[in-house]
């Protein structure tokens, strides 16, 4: 499989790309990076000089539509494109390459990239969530039940039809999580991990897709992206807390996502205008419409 480096992206611009062999990340980063590899090449055709590209995590994505088309539709001289799911990474990458100008992220940055130049802003939270269809009659959880089912000992329903699980790759930032809640639930997870044919969602739109069609399944999602891309979803009360804003504002349920606008060193003006959009009380109602909360 063929993937990019930093170095070998930057060079795109130059016409030297010099392909770097090695091993494929489950969490799809050869993905990510043939996409930012297309953005820039897309870009040498031009643009207007107040539009810009933003993409990155999937949790976001779905919010970043409706603020886009909010903050366009009273700044008409700005257009703002929302790319495909590049995932935390790939949109850290993809903005330090400069292929988009404001990527974003649901972890924090790593000193690796914090060398590149790369600047964070977080800007919401969102609840972390075990989800399930909308047609499923599940409503609650107990994290020995995910104990339970991640190891393979509770393997149906109440009503007896089978459990699916969605997995996220090990190294996916979603999988991290998972395994925090509890020390039974992280030795769960790594023997489903371990199980032959375990089938792996590479991003937040790909879980989700299959917890929509795949009867009994369950696995990781984010209330952001739930209600903001108005899924066939539900989120599962969990320990007895209710996953709402207001319960993971407040404690109450103490699993989220923290969300954050990852730039280069400089920001275009379209960008900072577009930044302090969201962080305005127009753009708070939006978050707060779409499962979010800026703390």
């Not at 949109?91 to 690796?112: D, E, F, Q, T, Y």
């Not at 599962?236 to 730039?263: E, I, M, R």
Request: net charge positive.
């Amino acid at each position: 499989m063929v993937q990019y480096d930093i170095d070998t992206i930057r060079s795109v611009r130059g016409h030297s790309v010099r392909p770097v062999i090695e091993h494929r990340d489950p969490s799809g980063p050869g993905r990510a990076c043939a996409i930012v590899l297309a953005l820039l090449l897309g870009s040498a055709a031009g643009a207007a000089a107040e539009d810009f590209r933003t993409g990155g995590t999937g949790a976001a994505l779905g919010t970043m539509r409706l603020l886009a088309d909010e903050f366009t539709a009273n700044n008409p001289d700005i257009r703002i494109t929302t790319v495909p799911n590049l995932g935390s990474s790939g949109g850290i990458r993809a903005v330090v390459a400069g292929a988009i100008g404001l990527a974003v992220a649901s972890r924090p940055m790593n000193a690796s990239e914090r060398k590149l130049g790369a600047v964070e802003i977080e800007y919401a939270r969102t609840p972390f969530v075990f989800a399930v269809s909308a047609k499923s009659r599940v409503s609650s959880i107990t994290s020995g039940e995910l104990a339970d089912i991640y190891a393979g000992r509770m393997v149906t329903w109440a009503d007896g039809s089978p459990v699916r699980i969605v997995l996220r790759p090990a190294s996916d930032h979603d999988t991290q999580i998972v395994k925090s809640i509890s020390p039974e639930i992280r030795q769960g997870l790594l023997v489903a991990e371990a199980r032959p044919g375990v089938r792996f969602a590479v991003h937040d739109q790909d879980a989700a897709d299959d917890l929509e069609r795949i009867a009994g399944a369950i696995g990781p999602s984010s209330l952001a992206l739930i209600v903001s891309e108005k899924r066939g979803l539900k989120a599962l009360t969990l320990d007895g807390s209710d996953p709402t804003v207001t319960n993971a504002a407040s404690g109450a349920y103490p699993y989220y996502k923290n969300l954050f606008f990852v730039t280069g060193a400089k920001r275009s003006a379209a960008v900072e205008r577009f930044v302090a959009f969201v962080q305005s009380p127009a753009g708070r109602k939006i978050l707060a419409r779409n499962g979010q909360w800026i703390p």
